[in-house]
């Protein structure tokens, strides 16, 4: 079975300097070079030629997927295979190309002269070149060996190109303190670790509602209702007011009768009275169900029956809401949080773009609020359903640069690092923390923190000065003894042209590219 190739799919324009860099990657394989469905790449018959001589220096086998006419020309005259598909290439047979760049006898123009042609006249011209011919042409000779070994040699020193990647060391370098901010500072204290900050007031006003808690009761109102004595004897019954009658089931509820009234002689006569509820069964639960009221307190009980044919109403607990002192003082904190925040709207206006107004330090002071400026709607015990609070109060707050804090961070971190190690600005990151503690005189402490990546440096052109002439193996050992690189990484040496053993001898020719992480 044979081995499976190695795809290469090519970039529309891609050029052959990056194909044969793509190639000294691999050796002894199988490739398979692909055309981009849109644009084409490698047109020129040269580019093929040096193309397939990096395979044959690398041992591999070479074979196109292409649609491009030009390109199937040039290959077909190199002998190299190509295919429409990636399937037919893996199914038809791989040519082993040539590397042929000029033309052969066989390809020359059917009208060019036969040497035996050109024989006699060539005869004619020896003999009638003079002596001194010969030396001059000897002499053009030896200057045409002299200029061409001139420029040999010039092209071994000027051509020859190279470029170095190096890994330079980094590391992560991160900072925590604390930093106090105060409006008595005109100007940051780097070594001291305090910035400045200002002072900011704001009279605001504004009102709140909530619903009260409390609960006052009035006297409540007592049921009233009619009730029918029945005479239980042969005889008048008087039934003086004030009689009391209850009910007998459960807590018995009693009522008086409001009037004085006499039940007629005779076993079943009738007589109506209107009572109403007595103290201790006085609100809602004297309002009772026809029926219930049944019983005779005192010594008419044997003489005379009772019954309500009607429900009792009129029976009334009275309970409104009513202000407390938690109701205040909950509705003062409400407010003042609403002042606190209109406050904060207000001093917006007041700071620069560089300024933020720390919001822990938003408060109202104890001479922000006055006792005139504070009004409530109703006083502790009043019946009312909802409490009002209008209120005034000046509040105050700081306001600070976080540009400060920032260059106090980064001087820190600037301060830790190593003497040989370079600060990359560019990857500071600065994060302020909460703060910590407000101060009496109106000064506050924060946390602050940062991290950075430090670099070690690298001086290309220098560099490059000691690289010229190296081998690329000596080259990596100087580098990994001049420079700090990062642990495990070699630096990546590419010489143009590829065949040279050794950098270039000019400097100028060798580009150093030190290369941090992202």
């Excluded at 200002?198 to 009619?226: E, F, K, M």
Aim: charged fraction near 20%; avoid cysteine.
């Amino acid at each position: 079975m044979s081995q499976r190739p190695e795809y290469l799919q090519l970039a529309p324009g891609e050029d052959v300097n990056s194909v044969r860099d793509r190639l000294s990657f691999i050796r002894g394989r199988r490739i398979l070079l692909i055309w981009p469905e849109d644009g084409t790449a490698l047109t020129r018959r040269l580019d093929l030629v040096l193309v397939q001589r990096e395979a044959r220096r690398r041992a591999l086998q070479l074979a196109l997927v292409t649609h491009d006419e030009q390109v199937m020309l040039n290959a077909a005259d190199l002998g190299i295979s190509t295919f429409e598909t990636i399937g037919a290439s893996e199914r038809g047979r791989w040519k082993r190309g040539r590397t042929r760049m000029f033309t052969g006898r066989d390809q020359r123009p059917e009208d060019s002269p036969e040497p035996e042609d050109l024989m006699p006249v060539a005869s004619r011209v020896k003999n009638r070149r003079p002596s001194s011919a010969l030396r001059l042409w000897l002499l053009r000779l030896l200057v045409l060996l002299f200029v061409g070994g001139a420029s040999a040699v010039t092209a071994y020193v000027v051509m020859p190109s190279a470029t170095v990647e190096i890994q330079l060391f980094q590391e992560l370098l991160q900072t925590e303190l604390t930093i106090t901010a105060s409006p008595a500072l005109t100007d940051v204290d780097i070594d001291g670790r305090a910035i400045p900050a200002t002072l900011l007031r704001a009279t605001v006003q504004t009102s709140g509602t909530l619903n009260t808690s409390g609960v006052q009761s009035l006297n409540d109102l007592p049921a009233i209702g009619v009730v029918i004595f029945t005479n239980q004897t042969a005889q008048p019954v008087d039934i003086p007011a004030g009689t009391t009658v209850s009910t007998s089931s459960g807590t018995p509820i009693l009522f008086k009768t409001v009037a004085p009234a006499t039940v007629p002689a005779g076993s079943g006569e009738r007589a109506e009275v209107a009572v109403e509820a007595l103290t201790g069964s006085t609100g809602s639960r004297g309002n009772v169900a026809a029926g219930l009221i049944n019983t005779i307190i005192g010594p008419l009980e044997n003489q005379v029956t009772v019954v309500n044919v009607a429900p009792t109403t009129g029976g009334e607990t009275r309970q409104f809401a009513a202000v407390t002192a938690d109701d205040q003082e909950r509705l003062l904190a409400i407010v003042r949080g609403q002042l606190q925040a209109l406050a904060y709207t207000e001093m917006l206006s007041q700071v620069s773009d560089n300024q933020l107004i720390v919001i822990e330090t938003i408060r109202i002071p104890p001479d922000g609020e006055r006792r005139d400026w504070t009004t409530f709607s109703h006083n502790i015990g009043e019946i009312t359903d909802t409490l009002t609070l209008e209120m005034r109060a000046e509040v105050t707050a700081l306001a600070l640069d976080d540009l400060f804090a920032r260059q106090i961070v980064f001087a820190e971190l600037s301060a830790q690092k190593p003497a040989d190690l370079l600060l990359l600005p560019e990857t500071f990151q600065y994060t302020r923390g909460f703060v910590t503690g407000i101060e009496a005189g109106g000064s506050i402490t924060f946390n602050a923190g940062g991290q950075a990546m430090v670099s070690a440096s690298a001086d290309p052109a220098r560099l490059a000065e000691g690289l010229a002439g190296r081998t690329p193996a000596a080259a990596r050992d100087w580098l990994s003894q001049t420079v700090r690189l990062a642990p495990g990484i070699a630096p990546v040496i590419r010489v143009e042209p590829d065949w040279l053993m050794t950098l270039p001898l000019l400097p100028l020719r060798i580009q150093v590219r030190p290369v941090t992480l992202p």
